[in-house]
C-alpha cells in the first residue's frame, strides 16, 4: 500500500532505464524542457519553417478570398440587378458607388475628423471605465464591505442597457459631448467590473498565503499579487468592454451627436447619400477591430507569461 | 561534517508548541483536527512530522505558520506568538506557489521587494540563492517553463531568500516522482546545512522523514495527537546507502508499525477489526457483481 521504497529505487541499477522518460522531470540544469528548446532549432531552418507555414497558411487564404469575393458578388449583382424578394436592394448602393465615394471621402478633412472624434470617445469613455472598473472590481472582490455597499448597486443598475440612459444622459450632462462619453462609458463599465470581480475570485489561495509569508502587507497583497493574478480575467473584460463601448457609442452618436462616425452613417441616411452608409459601417467595423487589435497586443505585453509556455524563455 | 545541532547552533528559531487545540465549526458541530499537541523544534534542528492523512498535520503546520489561531495553548517562536504569517517563518506549500506572473529571478526577489530592499541587492542575493540551487540558468523562465523539481526548488529558495529563522514545509514533494523526490531531499539536505535553519517538515512518506530529519513525531489519526517521538540517530551526511544499514531498517521498521496503526484507524472502524481479512472473500468469474 505504501508507494514503493523511494530510496531503494535509487539504488537499484533498474532505476537508470526508467529514468528516461522522466528527463524533463530531473532537475539538472542542462536538461531544459521540450517547449524551452523550440524557439531555438526553429531558428536553424527559418526556410523551411516559411515554407510549412505558407503551405499550412495557404488553404486558409483561399478560402477567406472567396468567402469575401462571393458576398461581394452577392451585392454587386443583388444591386446591379435591383434584386426585390421581400428584402429590396433598389436603393442599396453598389459595390462600385461605395468605391467611388470612399475615394473622394479620403480627401475629406471633415471625415477623418468624424473618425477622429469617435476615436477620442471611445478612448476618454473605455480608458474611464477600465480604470475605474478594474479598481473597484479589485475592492468589491478582495474586501467584503465594498462587495456589500456597492455590488448590490451595480447589480441593479446593470440590466440597463447603455443606450437606455441616452435621454436621461442628455439631461444629466451640461454638453453632448460628455453625455456620449457617459454613455461608451457606461456599456464598457460593467464588463470590465464584472470580469475584474470574477478574476479577483479565482484567485489561487495558495498565491496569496505564499504572500503573506514573504512579508506582503495588505495593499501589497492587492497589488503585487491580486492584480496580476487577475490581469487574464481583467484583459477577457476589457476585450467585451470595449465591443459594448461601440456598440453604446454608435448608437448614442445615430441618437444624439453632432460629429462621429454614428452621426456620419445617420446623417448620409437623412441626405440620401446611400453610399455613405455603407462606408460608414465598414468605417465602423475596421475602427472596432483595430480596438480589439490594440486591447490585444496591450494583453500579450503585460502577460508575457501567458505566451510563455510556446515562446521560450526569453524576455 | 558534523551535524548543525552538534555545532554552535543558531541561538534563534525555537517553535515551542505548548498544549495545542485546534478546533473548527461553531461549539455544538466544532470537529478537533489537533488534540493536545506538545512539542518543540530546537534552533537548527530539523523535525518531521508523520501521520495518517487528514490528522491534522497541516493545520498543526498552519498554526505556526500563523494561518491558523489556537482554540486552546500556545505556540511560539523565539518567545513571540506566531499569529499571523511573517517573513521570519518561511513556506514551502505542498502545491506548487510559485507567481505565474513572475519570473522565476523576480519570485525569489519577491520576499526581498516587501522587505524594502533596493533592486541590485535583490538581484545579487536572488541570483546568489539561485546558483546555490543550481537554477541561475533558468533564472528569466517563467514558472509555467519548469518542471515540478525545479519550480519546488525556486520555492525552498525564494523561502529561504528573506533569511526566516525558521522554514515550514507542508508534504513539498508531495507531488513530484520517486527519482526527482530523492534528488530533491538531498538539496534540501544541502542547504539546511549550509543556512543552519530550523526545518518542520509535514511528510506521510516514513524514507523521506527517516532520510531528512533529526526527530520525528508521529501523530494520531483525527484528532491529531502526538503518538510517538522518535530520534533519527543516523550521522550525517546521508546517503541514500544509509536506507540498507541494520539502524536504518529498524527504524523504519518502528515508524511503519506505528503509521499503519494510525492509518487502519483513519480509514474506519470495520478494518480496525478484522485487520485486512474482508478481502479474502471468494469471488468467482463474475467478479463482485455475483457477490452483490
Known amino acids: ?315 | 561534517m558534523m551535524s548543525p545541532t552538534d555545532d554552535t547552533p543558531s541561538a534563534t528559531g525555537h517553535i515551542l508548541i505548548d498544549h495545542l487545540r485546534v478546533r473548527f465549526g461553531s461549539k455544538a458541530a466544532a470537529v478537533e483536527a489537533v488534540s493536545d499537541v506538545s512539542m518543540e523544534v530546537k534552533p537548527g534542528e530539523f523535525v518531521s512530522i508523520i501521520g495518517p492523512s487528514g490528522c491534522g498535520k497541516s493545520t498543526l503546520l498552519n498554526v505556526v505558520a500563523g494561518f491558523v489561531q489556537p482554540s486552546e495553548g500556545t505556540v511560539s517562536m523565539d518567545g513571540k506568538p506566531t499569529d499571523k504569517p511573517s517573513a521570519d517563518r518561511g513556506m514551502v506549500f505542498q502545491q506548487y506557489s510559485l507567481f505565474p506572473w513572475l519570473t522565476v529571478r523576480k519570485n525569489v526577489e519577491f520576499g526581498l521587494k516587501q522587505k524594502g530592499l533596493d533592486a541590485n541587492h535583490r538581484e545579487e542575493a536572488a541570483r546568489t540563492l539561485l546558483g546555490l540551487a543550481g537554477l541561475l540558468a533558468f533564472e528569466n523562465h517563467y514558472p509555467d517553463q519548469l518542471s515540478g523539481g525545479m519550480k519546488q526548488r525556486v520555492g525552498i529558495v525564494r523561502a529561504l531568500a528573506t533569511s526566516p529563522q525558521v522554514l515550514l514545509m507542508d508534504e513539498p514533494f508531495g507531488a513530484l516522482d520517486a527519482q526527482t523526490r530523492v534528488v530533491m531531499q538531498q538539496i534540501l539536505t544541502n542547504m539546511w546545512q549550509r543556512f543552519r535553519i530550523s526545518v518542520l517538515f509535514i511528510t506521510h512518506d516514513i524514507d523521506e522523514s527517516i532520510f531528512l530529519s533529526d526527530r520525528v513525531y508521529v501523530m494520531t489519526a483525527r484528532p491529531g495527537m502526538i503518538k510517538a517521538e522518535i530520534p533519527i540517530p543516523l550521522p550525517r551526511p546521508r546517503t541514500p546507502d544509509m536506507a540498507l544499514s541494520p539502524e536504518y531498517l529498524q527504524i523504519k521498521q518502528q515508524l511503519r508499525e506505528l503509521i499503519t496503526e494510525e492509518s487502519l484507524k483513519a480509514m474506519g472502524g470495520e478494518l480496525k477489526d478484522s485487520g485486512l481479512a474482508g478481502f479474502d472473500i471468494e469471488v468467482g468469474p463474475k467478479g463482485v457483481a455475483e457477490l452483490v
Not at chain 1, 532537475?27 to 536553424?44: D, H, M, N, R, W
Open chain 1, 1 to 315: 500500500m505504501r508507494p514503493a521504497t523511494s530510496l531503494n529505487i535509487v539504488t537499484d541499477p533498474a532505476a537508470d532505464a526508467a529514468e528516461g522518460p522522466n528527463l524533463a522531470l530531473a532537475p539538472k540544469p542542462g536538461v531544459l524542457p521540450k517547449a524551452i528548446l523550440a524557439p531555438a532549432q526553429a531558428a536553424e531552418v527559418p526556410a523551411r519553417r516559411v515554407a510549412a507555414w505558407l503551405r499550412s497558411a495557404l488553404p486558409k487564404l483561399l478560402m477567406t478570398t472567396l468567402s469575401l469575393g462571393m458576398f461581394i458578388a452577392f451585392w454587386y449583382f443583388a444591386t446591379k440587378y435591383k434584386l426585390d424578394f421581400y428584402i429590396r436592394f433598389n436603393n442599396i448602393p453598389s459595390p462600385g458607388e461605395v468605391w467611388e465615394n470612399a475615394a473622394y471621402l479620403a480627401q475629406s478633412d471633415k471625415f477623418y475628423n468624424n473618425m477622429y472624434v469617435s476615436l477620442r470617445r471611445i478612448l476618454i469613455g473605455f480608458g474611464i471605465a477600465t480604470v475605474l472598473g478594474v479598481a473597484l472590481g479589485l475592492l468589491i472582490g478582495q474586501y467584503r464591505l465594498a462587495r456589500g455597499l456597492l455590488f448590490p448597486l451595480f447589480e441593479t443598475l446593470r440590466p440597463i442597457p447603455a443606450i437606455a440612459w441616452v435621454p436621461m444622459a442628455i439631461m444629466l450632462w451640461p454638453t453632448n459631448e460628455t453625455s456620449i462619453v457617459f454613455i461608451t462609458f457606461l456599456g464598457s463599465f460593467f464588463p470590465i467590473l464584472l470580469n475584474t470581480i470574477h478574476g479577483v475570485n479565482s484567485v489561487d489561495p495558495v498565491l496569496l498565503r505564499a504572500a503573506r509569508c514573504l512579508g506582503t502587507s495588505e495593499f501589497g497583497l492587492l497589488r503585487q499579487v491580486v492584480l496580476p493574478a487577475s490581469l487574464p480575467h481583467i484583459f477577457t473584460g476589457l476585450a467585451i468592454g470595449m465591443g459594448v463601448a461601440w456598440v453604446s457609442l454608435i448608437a448614442a452618436e445615430m441618437i444624439s451627436g453632432q460629429f462621429g462616425i454614428g452621426y456620419f452613417t445617420w446623417e448620409a441616411y437623412s441626405l440620401i447619400e446611400y453610399a455613405d452608409i455603407a462606408i460608414g459601417m465598414i468605417v465602423i467595423g475596421v475602427l472596432g477591430l483595430l480596438c480589439s487589435g490594440a486591447i490585444r497586443i496591450l494583453g500579450n505585453m503585460l502577460m508575457p507569461w501567458m505566451a510563455g509556455s510556446q515562446h521560450g524563455g526569453q524576455k
